[in-house]
């Protein structure tokens, strides 16, 4: 289901403003509960703006009249553009994830990069699993990420594994239970972390040209998404 809400903004003059740069001080002044926007920039379709927020895409018209909020389809290719474009303007900095706090996994020559944000409880991440069995060339991220109940003792059992890789991949590809982890894990940090980035549901992926994927991808996607990612 398409989702799209349509706020009608007061204006006492209905004329089009001359620039992004009028439009965006005019829609400043109309919704200061924005925050400061970003941008705002001619949308791919004729009198249709975009309206960058500091983590939220909107559109509006050329006289700042209205403010939408919702997803544009390209019918002739049922892509999302909104999605697409969201993911260019709130990509992150890949380099200043802390790295550290992920568990590490090399397949092959490990040249193209990924980070995961995953539940052990989750459906969609172990079906993500069984597709990263047909991906080569790629050194994975695992922020573990219990966001489901039961999830966390899950993790610490992974986390405290001598082997962290092998313990993961036999609890989501074979659901064998490591042993109770008894170590000191980062998993206060890892969610503080998912907070900051938006998270909000597993999994999510970040590639290397830090564009991040809010769910599931099949092997032929995720190999595609890795390429383009690395050719940045």
């Known amino acids: 289901m398409i989702k799209i809400f349509l706020f009608l903004l007061a ?33 791919p379709v004729p009198g249709l703006y975009e309206v960058v927020t500091q983590d939220h895409l909107f559109y509006t ?7 939408i909020d919702g997803a544009m389809f390209d019918l002739k290719t049922m892509r999302n553009l909104t999605e697409a474009r969201s993911r260019q303007l709130f990509a ?11 568990m590490k996994k090399v397949k092959g020559k490990g040249t193209r990069k990924l980070a995961i944000f995953s539940d052990p409880n989750c459906g969609f991440c172990k079906k993500l699993e069984h597709e990263l069995l047909k991906v080569d060339d790629v050194t994975l991220y695992y922020f573990l990420y219990p966001i489901f109940q039961g999830s966390a003792e ?3 059992a992974v986390w ?4 962290q890789a ?3 991949d036999d609890l989501m590809q ?16 890892v969610i503080a972390l998912g907070r900051q980035l938006k ?24 190999d595609k998404a890795l390429n383009a990612a690395a050719s940045h």
């Open 154 to 156: 899950k993790v610490a």
């Open 160 to 163: 405290c594994s001598k082997n």
């Open 166 to 168: 092998k313990a993961w």
């Open 11 to 43: 204006s006492s003059i209905s004329c089009a403003y001359a620039s992004e740069a009028d439009i965006q001080e005019a829609l400043q002044k109309k919704l200061p509960q924005l925050g400061q926007l970003r941008q705002v920039s001619k949308s």
């Open 92 to 102: 992150i900095d890949f380099n200043s994830l802390p790295l550290n706090l992920a």
């Open 199 to 222: 998270v909000n549901g597993t999994p999510a992926l970040i590639f290397s040209d830090g564009t991040i994927n809010p769910g599931y991808m099949r092997a032929a996607e995720l």
């Open 174 to 189: 074979k659901d064998i239970m490591p042993p109770a982890g008894k170590c000191s894990t980062p998993t206060d940090k």
């Open 61 to 67: 018209d050329e006289n700042a009249q209205y403010l």
